[in-house]
């Protein structure tokens, strides 16, 4: 058989069709002879990239951004399929979620190889796993009672483990990227706040809630708001680049633990800070909301329903009455 024509009958969805494995596998599809593809995944932007490229090769290639999550979307993706190019007879699942819990590892390499096509940044999993690991075991310590030494001691590890992670974040220029540096300063926070807590059980000059403000109000506050806006990019179909109206919402973020902590550090300052320390962290976040508004509401354009509005299929992938320059 002439491996050409093998596929020259196909019609093809081919599911993360628009980068890595299920690039390749469509590539491989259109070397074999197909010539009618439906593409989908995440990302408006590569989707038009692959489109074009099979296009140029002679294939009549179509993209659909959507959340395969959603059983709608499923369906209407075949209906279009069978609209734009006919009957359906091959289907390739080659989407995946990734591993976006650990968010750090996925989103590094997305920093440093937009393409997808490789993964550079490769921790060791042990070290990944020895902070939540340390603060189970601390936390455990104080459910048995250990003595506040003991206790102590076992929170300034789980504190180092977290800086042990924003050794990781060192990876040449790319480190000083927005998505890295948010993510590394919640590590840094989260360390150095549980690092607080172990120290003033060894009678340090200052509370056990300072540092449990500055590894939770500013280690897992940062951290949220950086998962919030990776994932509000992600989620859009956008390229890894955060606006600057969230960049300044994660730097008063900041800003609102050092006002919460300086005056029990011996730090004089004017005014009711704890109140003025909350209102600047929820600044931040109303700022993130302010950044990230215009693509969550045209998400929601025309339908009214995230999960309708999730399935775009035109030959672009762009959204339902938004111009091809608001997709990008």
């Known amino acids: 058989m002439d491996c050409t024509k093998r596929h020259q009958d196909t019609v093809a969805i081919v599911t993360g069709?628009?980068?890595?494995v299920g690039h390749a596998i469509a590539s491989r599809l259109a070397d074999e002879g197909c010539t009618k593809l439906m593409l989908t995944g995440?990302?408006?932007e590569k989707g038009k990239s692959a489109v074009a490229a099979f296009?140029?090769?002679g294939v009549d290639a179509k993209f659909v951004s959507l959340d395969l999550q959603d059983p709608a979307g499923c369906l209407a993706l075949v209906e279009e399929t069978v609209s734009q190019?006919?009957?359906a007879t091959a289907l390739v699942n080659a989407a995946a979620l990734g591993a976006r819990g650990a968010i750090t590892v996925p989103?590094?390499?997305l920093v440093l190889d937009p393409s997808e096509r490789t993964s550079p940044y490769r921790p060791h999993p042990g070290r990944q796993n020895?902070?939540?690991?340390?603060v189970l075991l601390a936390m455990a310590g104080d459910v048995a009672g250990l003595s506040p030494a003991v206790s102590a001691y076992l929170l300034l590890a789980a504190g180092a483990a977290f800086m042990d992670r924003v050794a990781e974040a060192f990876i040449g220029r790319a480190a000083l990227r927005a998505e890295i540096l948010m993510?590394?300063?919640?590590s840094l926070l989260a360390g150095v706040g549980l690092m607080m807590v172990g120290a003033a059980r060894l009678d340090a000059p200052w509370s056990e809630v300072s540092g449990l403000h500055v590894a939770l109000m500013g280690g897992l506050g940062l951290g949220v708001m950086a998962v919030f806006c990776i994932a509000g990019l992600l989620h859009s179909g956008r390229s890894l680049s955060v606006p600057g109206l969230a960049r300044l919402g994660a730097v008063i973020m900041v800003l609102s633990v050092a006002l919460r902590v300086l005056p029990d550090l011996g730090v004089d300052?004017?005014?009711?800070l704890h109140s003025v320390a909350a209102l600047t962290w929820g600044a931040g976040l109303l700022l993130w909301l302010w950044a990230y508004w215009p693509f969550l509401s045209v998400v929601e354009a025309g339908t009214g329903s995230v999960s309708d509005a999730s399935f775009r299929p035109t030959e672009q992938g762009t959204l339902p009455g938004v111009s091809d320059k608001a997709a990008e």
């Open 17 to 20: 069709g628009a980068q890595g």
């Open 42 to 44: 995440r990302s408006v």
């Open 55 to 57: 296009k140029d090769r």
């Open 85 to 87: 190019l006919g009957d």
């Open 107 to 109: 989103v590094t390499n």
């Open 130 to 134: 020895l902070a939540p690991g340390l």
């Open 183 to 186: 993510l590394a300063g919640s």
């Open 269 to 272: 300052l004017p005014g009711p």
